[in-house]
């Protein structure tokens, strides 16, 4: 089965430290990859989406992710933190065999802290 | 437009009560999902249902059962609540991309707690 692993649980940086949270997944064929956020007292959202193509994508709020399959990994950046960015932070990927039915499966999250 | 709606928001139970969690979404998504959340452990998939009439287990489906009622609407039930049970549950609709993959939308949450 599909797993996804954060090993980041809690990060904290002071602004405009650069960020990067890990994000590997198990499953080695087509894969499409997600980040959502979850902002303080809000519901997730999505960040950024990897389909196919460039392997690196951009995101809201200056984000950006970079698939590397040989390494099965896609981990999150930010040249810059804020503030704001202050949140938690999930990496996400359907399991394998389930195409527009995707059984979709979240790491366990990395809670970013941001000292102003 | 209001997107994923929840309800209720919050709700305390005491062991062996039965609930039920309502869940509507307004985007005319086939897909939904329940999800909870519990610190440390991330988003874990109860059950989903990929279109109208369908339902399949997630990873932790044990102690619910779902309802895929019509398009717009999926509820949880805990038929017999249990203290593990307390945790933040989120329901969930996706569209479908060009490529196949699911883009979640998920609604504001409910909390739930099992004395």
């Known amino acids: 089965a599909q797993s996804v692993s954060q090993h980041n649980h809690h990060v904290i940086l002071s602004e405009a430290a650069s960020l990067e949270l890990g994000c590997n997944y198990s499953?080695?064929?087509?894969?499409?990859l997600f980040w959502y956020v979850q902002y303080p007292g809000q519901h997730l959202q999505l960040l950024l989406k990897?389909?196919?193509?460039?392997?690196l994508v951009k995101g809201i709020k200056g984000f950006e992710a970079e698939f590397i399959k040989s390494k099965f990994s896609f981990n999150l950046r930010k040249p810059s933190v804020q503030w704001s960015d202050t949140a938690e932070y999930f990496c996400?990927?359907?399991?394998?065999?389930?195409?527009?039915?995707?059984?979709?499966?979240f790491g366990s999250g990395t809670r970013l802290s941001i000292r102003p | 437009n209001a997107g994923v709606t929840q309800t209720p928001k919050f709700q305390v139970l005491k062991t062996g009560q039965s609930m039920t969690l309502q869940c509507a979404q307004d985007m005319n998504h086939n897909s939904m999902y329940w999800y909870r959340q519990d610190p440390g452990m991330g988003l874990r998939l109860i059950y989903y249902s990929a279109s109208e009439g369908t339902t399949d287990k997630g990873e932790v489906p044990n102690g619910y059962n779902v309802s895929r009622l019509n398009k717009r609407e999926f509820s949880l039930r805990l038929e017999s609540a249990a203290p593990s049970q307390t945790s933040v549950y989120f329901c969930?609709?996706?569209?479908?991309?060009?490529?196949?993959?699911?883009?979640?939308?998920f609604g504001a949450g409910s909390r739930l707690t099992v004395l």
């Open positions: 990897y389909f196919s193509g460039d392997p």
């Open positions: 996400a990927v359907p399991s394998p065999g389930y195409s527009s039915a995707s059984k979709i499966i």
């Open positions: 969930a609709s996706s569209s479908v991309h060009g490529s196949g993959a699911n883009v979640l939308t």
């Open positions: 499953y080695g064929g087509t894969v499409n």
